[in-house]
């Protein structure tokens, strides 16, 4: 949820320059099942623009509704929304408004925060009852200094806490820069990831390239900044070049990846691990049996972008630790 907290703090500048004020509405609790859990945000901009959600779409007019009377008297309130007699959703949704008026240094050290690729934390103070929350709202943790959304949030010595640690953004690198490389981009941008796409210098490639990638590295594989690399990116390596993808595997070994794919058929990906521990006979047996290759999961997946959903519903599930099934063969709900 981080990259919609990111977009949240980005529409809100956008909308300060325009002379707009903004609620920021988050789920803080749940009875039941929802689409969505505690700790997703939107924020409503005065002139009714809504950014991000917190329901598949069936709330948000409710959401705005009652946000009226926030913007007029900035007093934080929890409305509810009961989806059982609404939606059949069998859940009752408990929904903090509050005004969002964030100090620049708030956004300094945000910015600098998700730069860094740092985690931090928000506090929610709330009761769970529809009214007026005079004095709570939310506390943010950046850099091991606290801050609120506005000036009227104040410590409540006997409210209910919401609590949320914030991981920095999913980060997907895709090692090679063919029309694929595109496609899969493309994809990853849309689940909110931040991508990054690794090229040679011979390549001649430039960011233009791939629209809307935050960062094209470009290095040759025995340069390339391994040190960068975090639990929370997943790589995938699809340079179509055997002798590429030998020489970036021996700068990978060393890193710990959330996920490491490769492209290509089952004897190609044996081919290369052998040669792999040719090389370097003391490598960590655990790297090696944690190589996804062929990448994806067996879905039919033909055409590019078919192959790219393939991939990266492979990354979701080890992400997320879950074996895929089909969601009418699952004997539990589904939003459990």
């Known amino acids: 949820m981080t990259h919609e ?55 948000e007019k409710e959401v705005l509704f009652q946000a009226q009377s926030v913007f007029e008297n900035q007093t934080s309130k929890l409305m509810t929304y009961d989806g059982r007699f609404r939606l059949g959703c069998e859940g009752i949704l408990y929904i903090m408004l509050e005004s969002f008026s964030p100090s620049d240094a708030l956004i300094e050290v945000f910015n600098s925060v998700i730069e860094n690729r740092e985690s931090f934390e928000v506090r929610i103070s709330y009761k769970k009852e529809y009214g007026i929350m005079d004095g709570y709202g939310s506390f943010i943790n950046l850099s091991s200094k606290s801050y609120t959304f506005n000036k009227n949030t104040k410590e409540q010595s006997k409210a209910l806490i919401f609590t949320q640690l914030m991981q920095p953004c ?21 689940m909110g990831w931040e991508v990054n ?109 078919e192959i790219a959903i393939s991939i990266l519903a492979e990354i979701l599930t080890v992400i997320r630790k879950m074996k895929p099934v089909m969601l009418k063969d699952r004997l539990k709900p589904i939003h459990n």
């Open 170 to 190: 999913q980060r997907l690198l895709l090692i090679g820069g063919e029309h694929d490389a595109v496609q899969l981009a493309h994809f990853g941008l849309s």
């Open 197 to 305: 796409i690794a090229v040679t210098p011979k390549e001649n490639k430039s960011i233009s390239d791939f629209p809307g990638i935050d960062a094209l590295l470009d290095y040759e594989p025995e340069d390339f900044p391994v040190e960068t690399i975090d639990k929370n990116t997943a790589i995938l390596l699809m340079t179509h070049s055997y002798v590429k993808d030998l020489k970036y595997l021996m700068m990978l070994k060393n890193s710990s990846p959330t996920y490491l794919g490769v492209l290509g058929p089952i004897k190609r990906r044996e081919k290369l691990l052998s040669e792999l521990v040719e090389h370097d006979i003391d490598i960590d047996l655990d790297f090696i049996e944690g190589i996804h290759g062929p990448a994806g999961l067996n879905i039919g997946a033909e055409t590019p972008q």
């Open 5 to 59: 907290f990111k977009k949240i703090i980005k529409e809100y500048s956008i909308a300060t320059s325009a002379n707009l004020k903004c609620v920021l509405a988050t789920v803080v609790d749940l009875d039941g099942s929802s689409y969505r859990k505690p700790g997703v945000r939107m924020l409503i901009r005065e002139d009714d623009i809504m950014i991000g959600a917190v329901s598949g779409g069936c709330v």
